[in-house]
């Protein structure tokens, strides 16, 4: 479900501000962790993102290795749903992810239950249909990623970092994706 509402900037950045307004009434009735913007955040979220990526790279690599066709028939038809994704809207959803998710997800404390619940709901909640089901694992499992970031930095600033870049980057890739697979169409 929040992975659909990024590929319009409307229900992006409506997405974005019931996010944040949940994010701020849980960081109200519990103490999370500092945002803590700094330069040196921001590098460790650079960090955490390399870290991210080189994750989903090997994640790809192996399940395009196991599954071959199969997979990369799903990998596709996700990139498809993203088709005419706008910059605008990419913008949006990259600050959906980056703000208003970890706010909710990660912004609430430091427990490793919190951070642990909260990362499997993360994924639950990215997930868009059954046939699809790798891609809500790998959800999770990023999640797990980002938790272990906040738990070890205890700034949120980096994990708003990693998120935002992560999500910016990845549609770009599926805006690539998507116009490679029409020019290819359009031969």
């Avoid at 090997?58 to 993203?82: S, V």
């Avoid at 738990?151 to 935002?164: D, S």
Wanted: net charge positive; hydrophobic share 55%; glycine share 10%.
């Amino acid at each position: 479900m929040l992975f659909i509402l990024k590929r319009h900037w409307t229900s992006a950045l409506l997405g974005l501000a019931v996010l944040i307004l949940m994010g701020l009434i849980i960081r109200a009735f519990q103490l999370g962790p500092p945002v803590g913007l700094s330069p040196r955040a921001v590098g460790l979220g650079c960090v955490v993102v390399a870290v991210v990526l080189f994750s989903d790279a090997a994640i790809h690599g192996l399940l395009c290795l196991f599954w071959g066709a199969e997979y990369r028939r799903r990998h596709r038809e996700l990139a498809q749903m993203f088709r005419g994704q706008s910059l605008v809207a990419i913008l949006f959803g990259a600050l959906m992810a980056g703000v208003g998710e970890e706010l909710v997800f990660r912004g609430g404390g430091l427990s490793p239950v919190y951070l642990f619940g909260g990362a499997v709901v993360f994924g639950l909640l990215h997930h868009i249909r059954r046939d699809l089901w790798p891609f809500t694992l790998w959800a999770v499992w990023q999640g797990l990623l980002f938790a272990t970031a906040i738990y070890v930095t205890e700034m949120l600033c980096v994990t708003m970092v990693a998120h935002f870049l992560h999500d910016f980057i990845g549609f770009l890739i599926f805006r690539y994706l998507n116009r490679a697979d029409w020019s290819a169409k359009k031969s």
